[in-house]
């Protein structure tokens, strides 16, 4: 499994140290959810299996966690943060622990639009410059 899953929040400086880190929000209470995992779980796969040059590590956060909501709070997560989970599959997309793209409501995102999201932010500067061989 590429996944990482923290419930008690150790994780947390290993998201944050990530060159490039794909998080998803969970709880167990939430229909919605608990399909969209399985959405994150299959990108995860993909991205690992598919695109390893782009280098993502993937976890998976306890949203209904205090550790959770400090930490979205922090990190100036939009909408999240404030101590109510939304239980929707929120995602992020972080560099170097900074928040550079989020889909609030990932139950609406498919496997394949995880892995196109993360290839739109990250593909580009993954892949080696044309002609350059180092020497």
């Known amino acids: 499994m590429s996944v990482e899953e923290d419930t008690d929040g150790l994780l947390l400086p290993a998201v944050n140290a990530a060159r490039r880190a794909l998080v998803y929000l969970t709880v167990p209470w939430s229909g919605p959810e608990r399909g969209a995992?399985?959405?994150?779980?299959?990108?995860?796969?993909?991205?690992?299996?598919?695109?390893?040059?782009l280098g993502v590590e993937c976890f998976t956060l306890e949203e209904d966690a205090e550790w959770c909501q400090a930490?979205?709070?922090a990190l100036g997560f939009p909408g999240l943060g404030h101590g109510a989970p939304s239980g929707a599959g929120s995602m992020l997309w972080l560099e170097g622990g900074r928040l550079v793209s989020s889909k609030p409501d990932g139950c609406n995102y498919s496997a394949a639009d995880i892995v196109a999201r993360s290839l739109s932010l990250w593909a580009k500067?993954?892949?080696?410059?044309a002609g350059s061989d180092g020497g």
């Open 125 to 129: 500067r993954a892949e080696p410059v």
């Open 37 to 53: 995992r399985i959405a994150f779980h299959n990108a995860a796969d993909q991205l690992a299996a598919e695109h390893p040059a």
């Open 71 to 73: 930490w979205l709070a």
